[in-house]
């Protein structure tokens, strides 16, 4: 099942610059996009998300953008800092309702050096 | 902050025995979900569970597994007999509301180890 790919296992970047983390699917059925950060022995938390009619959507230093032609969403965290050093997760949603279940990307390490 | 709470955070199990994982949503949200990652893979669903019954299951989820809303407060996850393939984190989630803009929050986990 590969509906949500995260191509990059890794990214490395200096503190201050702009991490860019990428996420590509194929169910065009999706309607929401989520990512979620994870620590070692932690569960994934929460981060931002993006409805499939909007294409951007900003919370603070983090910004989601969604090409819905190119089936391609794309995490940016300006500037990075060393604590935002995880494993970041894509994950789609479909339609409303009781399920809503999250199909998961396999996960970018990012690691910003100070 | 409200958080889900699993326990315990690791299990070690002999295969062919009954193992439970627990869980303490939110206590104001009403859609709940068990997934799994098996070490190196990705993060797998395997059951919603709403208004006290199953809204979806995967294929992963065969007649081993069973999940239980026993008091109003407990989510648990019940492996019937363990097998050595069953060895994962499993993480249970929580959702408030059906819309679609109230993610789901997770816990930290349950490591099961099979021997």
């Known amino acids: 099942d590969q509906q949500v790919k995260q191509n990059s296992p890794s990214l490395s970047v200096q503190e201050g610059r702009i991490s860019i983390l990428n996420c590509d699917y194929t169910n065009s059925m999706f309607d929401y996009f989520l990512w979620y950060k994870k620590y070692p022995a932690e569960g994934p938390t929460f981060l931002i998300s993006i409805s499939s009619i909007k294409d951007k959507n900003e919370d603070g230093r983090f910004t989601v953008f969604l090409n819905k032609s190119a089936k391609h969403l794309s995490l940016h965290i300006v500037p990075s800092q060393p604590g935002d050093s995880a494993v970041y997760f894509c994950a789609a949603s479909g339609n409303g309702g009781a399920t809503n279940k999250l199909i998961f990307g396999t996960g970018t390490l990012l690691a910003v050096q100070p | 902050e409200p958080e889900v709470t699993q326990t315990p955070s690791h299990q070690v199990t002999q295969m062919g025995q009954e193992v439970i994982l627990r869980c303490v949503p939110i206590s104001n949200h009403l859609y709940f979900y068990w997934y799994r990652q098996i070490l190196g893979q990705k993060v797998e669903f395997l059951v919603s569970?709403?208004?006290?019954?199953?809204?979806?299951k995967s294929e992963i989820f065969d007649d081993q597994f069973s999940v239980e809303r026993p008091d109003g407060s407990n989510f648990t996850l019940k492996i019937r007999s363990t097998k050595l393939e069953d060895s994962a984190m499993y993480f249970c989630?929580?959702?408030?509301?059906?819309?679609?803009?109230?993610?789901?929050?997770f816990g930290d986990g349950t490591r099961l180890s099979i021997l």
């Open positions: 989630a929580s959702r408030q509301g059906s819309n679609s803009n109230q993610p789901q929050h």
């Open positions: 569970f709403y208004n006290n019954e199953i809204s979806e």
